[in-house]
């Protein structure tokens, strides 16, 4: 791959944690006033974030940011995975796509898989979060090494993941 920009590069060794991203649009224009509960996942948004749990009798109806998402069909993040290991293994690999976001959405409702499709021998997964899409991408690195690559559009709201064994 070509990279144009020099910064991008460096970025690529920087781990930054989710906290230190720019804030998303979705976000922003998906927080609430005051408590809800989105009416599509039934996630609770309360002392300023969303989290699962019971909607107090004040919530108000509210579509979190990422059932915003799922509806638009504007994932922030993809995770492409392809490659000969993958083409032979591919159930296994599914499962631990599966498997981190099982762990990631139990404690942050706003991280999901949106959709699976197939690209040409690949797979491609769209997510609802940055973070999850490089959690997926590190997941099958650690589990089974192969190539990852993590690349942000320059306003660093979206971020593309590729995978390959
Ligand atoms: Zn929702």
Redesign the pocket.
Known sequence: MKRRDPRQRQRRHIDRSFDTLKHDPYLERGKPRGPAV?P??G?VFRRGRWQWGEASERATPH??A??RRVRERAPAGTVRLSGEFFAAHRSEMLAVVRNEERRESRLHPLQRVMATREARGALEVSTTDLHLARRIGEALCSAYHGRLQVRYSPDEYRVRVNWSR
């Open positions: 989105c599509d996942c996630a579509l979190c990422a059932c």
